[in-house]
């Protein structure tokens, strides 16, 4: 396992973003999606965990653009597990090691697909707060139509 990038902050997260990737995204829209929610960037933590051993170029020049601006990163977390190709893929071993990072309170775990609104957080964090002895579940929906592919930044 390999940490590629990580950004050390001392105040805890509200949420973990845990992010599953096994080589096979062709885009990184989901992050461009979290960095820009209704809530303050300090209040959640997004981790990107890759099962095999690619290494995103487009999260690396995301990283690279981030380190030194003073604003938050674009991924608090990126982790590369280096599993061999031919090793079956096992999510289960990505969520360990993402609760295991994870500084967060309340953890959630996505696929690096997903598409949220700009108030997703934010309805984790009301959830909680109104309720903290939950699971949260969080269903998704899939759709044919272009126009909706999450690169399209649909509304």
């Known amino acids: 396992m390999e940490v590629l990038f990580e950004y050390n902050t001392v105040v805890p997260s509200k949420v973990?973003?845990?992010l599953l990737d096994w080589s096979c995204r062709e885009s990184i829209h989901t992050l461009h999606y979290l960095n820009n929610q209704t809530v303050q960037r300090e209040k959640y933590e997004i981790i990107w965990i890759e099962y095999y051993n690619r290494q995103s170029k487009e999260i690396e020049?995301?990283?690279k653009e981030y380190r030194g601006s003073g604003k938050f990163p674009f991924v608090d977390k990126w982790i590369v597990m280096n599993m061999p190709e031919n090793v079956c893929y096992h999510k289960h071993l990505m969520y360990n090691i993402g609760i295991i990072v994870a500084k967060g309170s309340i953890i959630t775990f996505c696929d690096s697909d997903a598409m949220v609104s700009p108030a997703f957080i934010k309805s984790i964090i009301d959830s909680f707060e109104e309720e903290n002895h939950t699971v949260l579940h969080m269903d998704e929906v899939r759709n044919n139509d272009k126009r909706f592919?999450?690169?399209?930044?649909?509304s």
């Open 16 to 18: 973990s973003i845990i």
């Open 61 to 63: 020049e995301e990283v």
């Open 149 to 154: 592919y999450p690169f399209n930044y649909p």
